[in-house]
């Protein structure tokens, strides 16, 4: 046991434990940071870990979201189908992107462009698809909230926030495994000289597709949970440009290829949008936009002053390895 | 369907996109210099739009007046914009550049909308319901007039970096940045003065734009994603691709609107950017890499 295991067993103690001392409000905030935690993991295998830098996760968010919702709203399947269903459309669509992309010799800017395309044609595309509702949006039947019914993924908020608690562990313990094994250490050497890793016989198109069907997988289970807890969905909404931002600034703000910078990141934003929420409130400054635009100013601080994130010199100040 | 209706959609689809195209042309000057993607590029072009709005409504000046002046304070906005904030950002990762813009970016719309308030703006001029016919042709003036003024402004642009010294220098930043170092060049202030005439473009075309459409804050993001899609679809650092893909895509908005349903004409956009990057990734006018 090091200071890092001790560490993270508190936190995952404390985390267990929140329910019992956090009140509805502080619940749905963990779930949200969880959620923003788990997703941002998930973006990070492909960015963090393989270089490859997507602006369009939302794409995997919503067609998770919208093929699980779809089929139980049409055929009443429920979400432990629809997962499956949901995983296999935003792998095949992640390879479909990445086998172009890559062919091609896409990469950089060009590649993080196309993503935007893709989730961007994708979300006018549902605007005009009247079978999930078209702009109007989709809702998923609401039912009782008070037993925990697992098969059908309806219960208290709890089980929703659990359910995040147990995919953002997993996706960590998942990403500390990938990053220690030989998966972890080709992607990293594709990240920082594709050229030379390839000149040592790493093929780079297959380890990218990996990156890229590992984290379309991830982020389609973020959107199959998306659907069933939200209960509605709207392409104008879950398609949206802004929506793949918020995915990326957590890990970005945490710490880009780090495990535990999409965690903290996560934590750190939607704290901070809450706070500067009551402030304002506190403030009387409650006028459209303006805490858009205090969310902004920190974000440009941080993100000058702060060039790897916070957790890379926060774990340098608690003597762990980030 | 008429004949002439497609004919005069279409020349109105080219005369807008040659605005969009001198927008998307400081997108892409700046991009073939400083090697930075503007992503708050659509927000900087809002924000000329309301210069324009406010400028017409407080002193009645109409916004063909106003674009020299509001294109002096871009550039110097865009001087201190690349040399205070953008230049430090240069040699980090892509992720990192793109999340400095993106924090401009929020930052400026979201101020726009605290100033502004969410309702949409205009300008009206008694030129803006007329036009020229020719024939069957309707030119709409204002549309033309918008058209000229991308124009000259994009003309204007090469002539600089064709047949003035600092043109070359700045050319020669581009090409080779070490180079350009050894040779002594200031390389710092020729990428501030490269992002200062990119939002120049951005200033005059935003001052055109006011003529044709409203202005809400909420159009910043969208512009920023039309100014990248021109600009791969043209070829992004290429300086004639950035006026070809504006007017491509202002003419397939313009067709995509009559022929299927005007909320889906950014769909064919975005449509064409996959293509583009698909089969010819450096774009339609672009060199290979």
Redesign the interface.
């Known amino acids: 046991m090091n200071r890092a295991h001790i560490g993270l067993a508190l936190l995952a103690a404390l985390l267990l434990a929140l329910p019992a001392f956090a009140g509805s409000y502080a619940l749905s905030v963990a779930t949200l940071i969880l959620y923003f935690a788990y997703t941002g993991q998930a973006w990070n295998v492909m960015?963090g870990f393989a270089g490859q830098?997507s602006?369009g996760h939302s794409l995997y968010v919503g067609v998770g979201a919208y093929a699980a919702g779809a089929i139980f709203f049409h055929y009443g399947i429920g979400p432990w189908a629809g997962l499956w269903v949901a995983i296999l459309l935003c792998v095949a669509l992640g390879m479909v992107i990445g086998f172009?992309?890559f062919r091609?010799?896409?990469s950089?800017?060009?590649f993080?462009?196309?993503t935007?395309?893709?989730a961007?044609?994708t979300r006018?595309?549902f605007?005009?698809f009247d079978w999930v509702g078209g702009?109007g949006g989709l809702f998923l039947r609401v039912a009782q909230r008070d037993t925990w019914d697992i098969a059908a993924f309806r219960g208290p908020p709890l089980m929703y926030y659990y359910t995040m608690l147990v995919l953002t562990g997993g996706a960590f313990a998942l990403c500390s495994f990938l990053l220690k094994s030989r998966a972890g250490y080709y992607w990293q050497a594709i990240r920082e000289n594709e050229e030379a890793a390839q000149a040592l016989g790493i093929n780079s198109f297959r380890w990218k597709m990996y990156a890229v069907a590992l984290s379309s997988a991830m982020t389609a289970v973020s959107g199959v949970f998306f659907a069933f807890y939200y209960n509605n969905l709207f392409p104008e909404q879950i398609f949206h440009?802004?929506r793949s931002?918020e995915i990326?600034?957590g890990p970005?703000?945490g710490g880009?290829g780090t495990l535990f910078g999409p965690i903290l990141g996560a934590a750190v934003l939607t704290l901070l949008s809450d706070g500067i929420t009551d402030l304002l409130a506190a403030l009387g400054w409650e006028?459209?936009?303006?805490?858009?635009?205090f969310?902004?100013?920190v974000?440009?601080l941080v993100?000058?002053f702060l060039?790897h994130g916070i957790w890379p010199p926060l774990a340098r100040r608690l003597g762990l390895s980030a | 369907m008429a004949p002439e209706l497609i004919l005069n959609v279409t020349i109105a689809g080219v005369l807008g996109g040659l605005v969009y195209g001198l927008m998307a042309l400081g997108l892409s000057v700046i991009f073939g210099v400083v090697r930075v993607v503007n992503f708050a590029h659509g927000e900087m072009m809002t924000i000329a739009m309301y210069a324009a709005v406010v400028l017409f409504a407080a002193l009645k000046l109409d916004p063909f007046l106003v674009m020299l002046p509001v294109g002096a304070a871009f550039f110097v906005f865009g001087y201190i914009m690349q040399a205070g904030f953008i230049n430090p950002f240069i040699t980090r990762p892509e992720h990192s550049q793109f999340m400095l813009l993106v924090a401009v970016a929020i930052i400026m719309v979201n101020a726009l909308l605290v100033v502004f308030g969410p309702d949409a703006r205009n300008v009206q001029v008694d030129y803006q319901l007329e036009s020229f016919e020719i024939g069957k042709l309707l030119l709409d003036k204002a549309r033309l007039y918008a058209a000229i003024a991308a124009l000259v402004a994009a003309a204007a642009l090469f002539a600089f970096f064709k047949f003035t010294l600092m043109g070359k220098a700045i050319r020669a930043c581009a090409d080779n940045y070490m180079g350009a170092k050894v040779v002594g060049l200031d390389v710092k202030h020729l990428y501030a003065l490269t992002f200062g005439l990119g939002a120049v473009c951005v200033a005059i075309a935003g001052c055109a734009m006011v003529l044709l459409v409203e202005v809400t804050p909420a159009l910043g993001p969208a512009y920023t994603l039309l100014a990248f899609v021109i600009v791969i679809v043209g070829g992004l650092g290429s300086m004639p691709g950035a006026l070809l893909g504006g007017v491509l895509i202002g003419v397939s908005e313009a067709l995509a609107g009559l022929f299927i349903a005007p909320s889906a004409k950014s769909m064919f956009s975005f449509g064409l950017l996959i293509l583009v990057l698909l089969l010819r990734p450096q774009g339609l006018l672009g060199k290979k890499a």
């Open positions: 960015m830098l602006l172009l992309a091609f010799g896409i950089g800017v060009y993080a462009l196309l935007i395309a893709f961007e044609f006018i595309g605007d005009h702009p440009i802004s931002i990326i600034l970005i703000i880009v006028f459209p936009g303006i805490k858009q635009v969310y902004g100013v974000l440009l993100v000058m060039p």
